[in-house]
């Protein structure tokens, strides 16, 4: 299994949200904030450890109208940048 | 924003040095109290919960808690970074030891009047001078960030040049800002012995421009003579070519804190700022943090504090300078005219050239 395949937020990051819907993903280990839209916002409290990224996906698509055809490779690549910055841990398969 | 980002909590009212311009001491309209661990412990679980990210400590001096230890243990479990305002005096090897073990420091700020005893001494306290560098030397060697302070005063105003060649050259520190004696608590009470004069005012201003030439990047400030010279020069130059030299300039938009941060004194009391701690929002572990940050009448009026045309004011009358003008710090404008929304008499270009003072 690809690690990445099943992502887990950070308990350590705080998710600001703000009043415009937009929030901040703040990780208090190296001070890194990260500035994401209502999307990002529902694809972190997604990465549960338990859903693969296109079971996220799948599940954005349901619940935003009008998503792109290339969502599943920007959520692929948001889940990839949270996780070199360490906002993202990957849930390893013990198998 | 939903909630603050950052606060400034000074979590004790006690010090161990007494400065001759400390903006702290001698306000009468602040109870000098200090809560018990288990109150900012409660508090610091509210603002975790908020998801402030970061808290700035200070005092009086933040040192002198004993009970630091778990005041900071409180911050770091409520996922929070911190930081210190501090006069450097009490930093041991155990603290630091402590505070770098926690990876969740952003600086420790201290204050550096001098490059010497005498300078420094003079507004701070025999002693403090050695103690600060042994403070700064120790937070060197643990790797916590060392940021310093210099603020300007009669005592030291001759001293800038030396200041900055023992910070940034002997000492190695990558910066250091500055600002300037303001009159408020305990300057109050010193102000002839203290505060710049207009002479003074223009030298240290000729002084931190070419310094800051000589080292670029490295020397920094939002208040004081070096932002005050920044400022006037760049409103001439507006003036000069017709243009603005700030955004909404002509109003009072010199301070944009209320919309970022807030502050917490010694005893609990919520306040806009510092400089502002007379004005009493909530208290902590009793109101709401975020009703207070999103519903306070008297901080929402601040904010808006920057539809206030400066042309309103009979101090502003026939200024030319009111287009290019922010107002400044209402912190000073209160301490000097009683009023929060008003301009800083203190940071008055007109009034800086009608008593000798020259942009340079």
């Given amino acids: 299994m690809n690690q990445i395949d099943k992502p887990i937020a950070n308990p350590i990051v705080v998710l600001r949200e703000e009043f415009d819907d937009w929030a901040v993903l703040f990780n208090a280990d190296n001070a890194a904030a990260v500035g994401t839209n209502p999307v990002g916002v529902a694809v972190w409290k997604l990465m549960d450890g338990k859903k693969d990224i296109e079971g996220i996906v799948s599940e954005i698509k349901n619940r935003f109208e009008d998503t792109p055809d290339a969502v599943g490779e920007e959520i692929a690549a948001f889940v990839g940048i949270l996780a070199e910055n360490g906002f993202v841990g990957l849930e390893q398969d013990s198998k | ?360």
């Fill in chain 2, 1 to 360: 924003m939903r909630t603050p980002r950052s606060l400034t909590i000074e979590i004790t009212s006690r010090c161990n040095l007494r400065c001759r311009y400390c903006y702290f001491f001698n306000n009468p309209e602040v109870v000098y109290r200090d809560l018990p661990t288990g109150e900012w412990l409660t508090f610091f679980d509210e603002l975790g919960s908020l998801g402030v990210m970061t808290v700035t400590l200070a005092g009086g001096e933040p040192f002198i808690r004993e009970d630091l230890p778990v005041l900071l243990e409180g911050i770091v479990r409520n996922r929070m970074r911190f930081a210190f305002l501090s006069n450097g005096t009490l930093i041991d090897d155990e603290i630091a030891a402590f505070i770098a073990g926690t990876g969740r420091c952003e600086h420790v700020q201290v204050s550096v009047d001098g490059s010497s005893a005498q300078a420094h001494d003079s507004c701070r306290g025999k002693g403090s001078f050695e103690k600060v560098l042994r403070g700064i030397h120790t937070l060197q060697r643990h790797r916590i960030g060392v940021t310093v302070r210099v603020t300007i005063h009669q005592h030291n105003v001759h001293d800038l040049e030396n200041i900055a060649h023992f910070l940034l050259d002997e000492l190695g520190l990558p910066d250091f800002s500055t600002n300037s004696a303001g009159y408020m608590g305990t300057c109050c009470v010193n102000a002839d012995e203290v505060l710049l004069n207009v002479e003074e005012r223009k030298e240290a201003m000729a002084t931190l421009l070419r310094l800051t030439e000589q080292y670029p990047g490295r020397i920094s400030s939002s208040a004081g003579p070096l932002t005050d010279g920044r400022m006037w020069r760049r409103m001439e130059e507006a003036r000069a070519q017709d243009k603005p030299a700030f955004h909404n300039g002509g109003r009072l938009t010199g301070c944009g804190c209320p919309s970022n941060k807030i502050s917490v004194r010694a005893d609990g009391a919520i306040v806009p700022c510092n400089m502002l701690a007379h004005m009493e929002l909530g208290r902590i572990n009793h109101d709401s943090l975020s009703e207070v940050w999103q519903n306070s009448p008297d901080l929402n009026q601040l904010r808006t504090r920057h539809h206030i045309s400066l042309a309103e004011f009979e101090f502003c009358a026939g200024c030319s300078y009111i287009p290019y003008c922010t107002g400044n710090c209402p912190g000073l404008a209160y301490t000097l005219t009683g009023q929060v929304d008003h301009p800083s008499p203190d940071a008055c270009m007109r009034r800086f050239l009608e008593e000798g003072g020259a942009i340079l």
